[in-house]
Nanobody, 116 residues
Framework: QVQLVESGGGLVQPGGSLRLSCAAS????????MNWYRQAPGKERELVAG????????NYAPSVKGRFTISRDNANNTVYLQMNSLKPDDTAVYFC?????????WGQGTQVTVSS
């Protein structure tokens, strides 16, 4: 079955960096686009970044463009989110996502807290 396991979250000061990882299994990773979403307290889940199956195309939410970079390693079934110049507004639970056979799958999420 499809499994997504996120890691790399934590507490960081404003202006700091974190790198999130998502280890995928149970499907042919290299043929699917992958996404990172986030959900802040009291807010809806929002798309942060997406990457095509071979990594040739990426897209970002306007709020993170220029600060975050999504990448993937198809040999190791892992997708990453490098987050730089973090702001308090980036505080949220970050989720890895893939749509397989018209069904959305999610990881358990990893908490990112940006605070001084």
């Amino acid at each position: 079955q499809v499994q997504l396991v996120e890691s790399g979250g934590g507490l960081v000061q404003p202006g700091g960096s974190l790198r999130l990882s998502c280890a995928a299994s149970g499907f042919t990773f290299s043929i699917y686009s992958m996404n990172w979403y986030r959900q802040a307290p009291g807010k809806e889940r929002e798309l942060v970044a997406g990457i095509s199956h071979f990594g040739g195309s990426t897209n970002y939410a306007p709020s993170v463009k220029g600060r975050f970079t999504i990448s993937r390693d198809n040999a190791n079934n892992t997708v990453y989110l490098q987050m730089n110049s973090l702001k308090p507004d980036d505080t949220a639970v970050y989720f890895c996502n893939v749509k397989v056979a018209a069904r959305n799958y999610w990881g358990q999420g990893t908490q990112v807290t940006v605070s001084s």
